[in-house]
């Protein structure tokens, strides 16, 4: 995307009384939803005493600090850093949008969930979607790096679950 059509959708947004207010809490529900997830299943499988449990912590763990030395040593600029304008979601950060850490960890937590629980694997993709269309609208990642997320997240679960 480039300068005008990120301008074109804040804008938008900002015309509706509490279309920034929405953007913001889709965001935040739906982050909140793919992480209560995440440690309920813990907690299921910790109550079970099923010992899928050490195998999910560490392919979720490991890849999750693999992709955040990757975007660190790549460093690439956000949308609003680049076309200087104010994203909906406030972000303090000028630099590491790619991959976008929130779409990674929804699929890497999906593909979890596909090992583990498929049904609902299938809905934390839906939720994964649904953050990796806010975190463009909202101007803080480019379609590219929600893209790239949600790609290595399908790719590191696919590896760390069914692979190795």
């Known amino acids: 995307m480039n300068q005008q059509k990120y301008i074109k ?10 279309g920034e207010q929405i953007v913001r809490y889709v965001n935040q529900i739906a982050t909140l939803i793919i992480y209560a997830a995440y440690l309920l299943m813990l907690a299921v499988l910790l109550f079970e005493k099923d010992n ?22 790549i460093d690439t600029e956000r ?10 979601i406030k972000k ?12 990674f960890s929804a699929f890497i937590i999906g593909m979890a969930f596909l090992y583990w629980y498929p ?14 269309v806010g975190r463009v609208i909202a101007g803080v990642h480019f379609p590219k790096d929600v893209l790239v997320g949600a790609i290595l997240g399908i790719v590191c679960g696919w590896i760390g679950f069914y692979l190795i």
């Open 9 to 18: 959708i804040s804008e938008n947004i900002r015309k509706y009384r509490y």
């Open 52 to 73: 899928r449990v050490i195998r999910i912590v560490l392919v979720t763990g490991i890849s999750f600090i693999l992709v955040s030395l990757f975007r660190y040593v």
């Open 79 to 88: 949308p609003y850093v680049k076309y200087n304008f104010h994203p909906i």
């Open 92 to 103: 303090d950060k000028a630099g590491q949008s790619m991959p976008s850490r929130h779409v």
């Open 119 to 132: 049904p609902t694997g299938i809905f934390i993709f839906a939720v994964g979607v649904i953050i990796g």
